[in-house]
């Protein structure tokens, strides 16, 4: 594996366990989610950096109903993370304390919010898209490996069972209501241990990750023919 690819993983998987950090807010305390959330601005631009062919490849090729899908959440997912960073710098008491960005603190507040938990299932939406692309590594990685049908209907039962628990976590964890902003401010259960609080937001994107990968891989079936 090349090092360039070997860095990108490493900056996509930090990603995702910062991910974690950032909405485990009443675990680590205003201070520290400021200092994640700067560090994971630093990782998203690098990914943007290392990734540069998706933008000079928009405008050339064909574009099948899988590639459209991969497109279109990829936009949402960009602006998104624009909102969500530039919401919490505004209102930054740390980090970018020294930034006067003059916006309602309100609107920053209600928006950092919906983008945080929005941008949490768009990043599992996102990550199921390119779940292929992992299976495939680990098949050039292990190229003796071989295919054990038990093995893979086990893997599919699990994943449907993490799927289903993720429902339950997804509406329990009221991702809805901050979304839609139905409820303005996010209620924290400080007494809650932090193991059911990372096996639900686990669960939740592993939901999104089970949609994704089987909806691509629906679509994927439908060009064939």
Not at 30 to 44: I, K, R, S
Not at 146 to 173: D, E, P, Q
Request: net charge positive.
């Amino acid at each position: 594996m090349k090092a360039r690819q070997v860095i990108k993983i490493g900056i996509d998987i930090s990603m995702t366990v910062l991910l974690f950090v950032l909405m485990a807010f009443h675990y680590v305390g205003l201070q520290w989610h400021e200092v994640t959330g700067a560090a994971m601005l630093v990782l998203f631009i690098l990914h943007h950096i290392l990734n540069g062919n998706w933008y000079r490849a928009l405008g050339k090729g064909k574009y099948s109903s899988g590639r459209i899908l991969l497109t279109i959440v990829d936009a949402i997912l960009l602006i998104d993370m624009f909102l969500l960073m530039f919401s919490g710098i505004s209102m930054s008491r740390y980090v970018f304390r020294f930034l006067e960005i003059p916006v309602s603190k309100a609107w920053a507040r209600g928006m950092h919010m919906t983008a945080s938990y929005a941008g949490f299932l768009l990043m599992g939406f996102h990550i199921g898209l390119h779940y292929g692309m992992v299976v495939g590594m680990i098949k050039r990685i292990c190229p003796n490996a071989k295919k054990n049908a038990a093995r893979t209907w086990t893997l599919r039962v699990v994943a449907v069972l993490i799927a289903g628990y993720g429902v339950y976590a997804l509406f329990t964890r009221k991702f809805v209501d901050y979304i839609s902003q139905r409820v303005m401010f996010a209620f924290f259960d400080y007494e809650e241990p932090l193991i059911y609080f990372i096996l639900d937001y686990a669960a939740i994107m592993g939901l999104m990750i089970f949609i994704s990968y089987y909806l691509q891989r629906i679509l994927q079936q439908k060009n064939k023919y």
